[in-house]
């Protein structure tokens, strides 16, 4: 297996993170990576550009994570985001899709109608369920 400083960045499995604002992404990619790589506030839209994390995982190799804006970001800077968001996704070996527990009110439509439409050229995709310690007990 190839050492992390061996292995260029193109020829790293790529995992992006994926999901709206706010959904635990950035401090997602904080906890896998032990330290704070991302800037995480209660404010919706904090992450503007993809923010790269390089590191070794063991059994897979080295790897590049990426957090990304959230793909309900709005306005006119939402739009430049979105892209940003995109072209990260096409790049993508893995994507992760970071959804909250309380999503599953509306089926998480909005998340499988974005992904749907990447659907050709999409990354096998794992869904991870966060904030489920701000759910009632019984929800779950």
């Known amino acids: 297996m190839s050492s992390l400083q061996d292995t260029p960045r193109s020829d790293r499995i790529h995992i992006v993170l994926v999901g ?5 992404k950035s401090s997602l990619i904080n906890a896998l990576t032990g330290h704070r790589t991302a800037i995480v506030s ?7 550009d993809p ?3 390089s590191m070794e995982i063991h059994g ?3 790897c590049v994570l990426v957090d990304t804006a959230g793909f ?3 306005g006119g800077l939402g ?3 979105l892209e940003k968001t995109a072209d990260a996704l096409d790049k993508a070996d893995i994507a ?4 909250t527990a309380d999503g599953a009110v509306d089926d998480f439509a909005f998340e499988r109608r974005w992904l749907g439409e990447r659907r050709d050229r999409a990354a096998p ?3 991870a369920l966060n904030k489920t310690d701000l759910l009632d007990s019984a929800a779950l």
């Open 20 to 24: 709206r604002r706010n959904a635990g």
């Open 42 to 48: 209660d404010v919706a839209g904090t992450t503007t």
């Open 51 to 53: 923010v790269y994390k």
């Open 60 to 62: 897979l190799g080295p």
């Open 72 to 74: 309900d970001d709005e």
């Open 79 to 81: 739009a430049l985001r």
């Open 96 to 99: 992760v899709l970071v959804v």
């Open 125 to 127: 995709c794992l869904v």
